[in-house]
């Protein structure tokens, strides 16, 4: 069964489990999640951040979903229970790293707003960045084939084609990757982290 809310795609607050309620978060870490169509440029602009964050003195962990979805889903099916099952997974590991003092970057597709909203309310300092690429240039870049799959039969739940993807609707920054370069992209982040997430001594 489905663990999604009501129409706006929020988690039933039921399906958070006790354990999973928000922690006492390191003053300076933090979560990002990069999210997007497949193809898009998420992992691109990730590479670029994640020196750039550690450069400002973080201790950053990237949580690509295909790498930790080979561990939680070996066998993946991409079923929305198990989608549902993989993201709160997902976010509830984000969650334990943020807690203890290491910012959180999540390269992740998550194609419905009730994933990212999940992490969100269990990481009170959260990030949204929307990457935002037409289908058919995805298609066109993409090098795994998922599209190509979806277009072949092989797969019937690829996001953007044969699954809904749920734009973000309020992103703390909107990312154009046929506009921009993953370095100027993650220039962009990384403004958004010292305007919203470094705090000043006073």
């Known amino acids: 069964m489905s663990d999604l809310g009501n129409d706006r795609g929020t988690m039933k607050q039921s399906s958070i489990p006790d354990h999973a309620?928000?922690?006492?978060?390191h003053v300076s870490a933090f979560a990002i999640w990069v999210t997007g169509l497949p193809a898009s440029g998420k992992s691109t602009i990730v590479a670029?951040?994640?020196?750039?964050?550690?450069?400002l003195g973080f201790t950053?962990?990237?949580?690509?979903?295909?790498a930790v979805?080979?561990?939680?889903?070996?066998?993946?099916?991409?079923?929305?229970?198990e989608r549902d099952q993989f993201y709160r997974a997902v976010a509830f590991v984000?969650?334990?790293?943020?807690?203890?003092?290491?910012t959180v970057v999540f390269d992740a597709t998550a194609n419905r707003r009730a994933y990212r909203e999940f992490a969100r309310h269990l990481i009170p300092r959260f990030l949204e960045i929307s990457v935002?690429?037409?289908?058919?240039?995805?298609?066109?870049?993409?090098k795994k084939g998922t599209y190509?799959?979806?277009?072949?039969g092989e797969s019937s739940t690829v996001p953007g084609l044969q699954e809904p993807y749920e734009i973000s609707l309020n992103p703390d920054l909107l990312i154009d990757t046929t506009k921009t370069t993953p370095e100027n992209a993650a220039d962009r982040i990384l403004s958004v982290v010292r305007e919203r997430m470094i705090i000043s001594p006073s």
């Open 21 to 25: 309620s928000r922690v006492t978060h």
């Open 48 to 55: 670029a951040l994640k020196p750039k964050l550690e450069g």
């Open 60 to 66: 950053v962990e990237v949580l690509e979903s295909d």
């Open 69 to 81: 979805r080979r561990l939680i889903t070996p066998v993946a099916t991409y079923a929305q229970a």
């Open 94 to 102: 984000g969650a334990r790293l943020v807690a203890h003092g290491v």
């Open 132 to 142: 935002d690429c037409p289908l058919n240039v995805c298609m066109d870049r993409d």
């Open 148 to 152: 190509q799959k979806g277009a072949r």
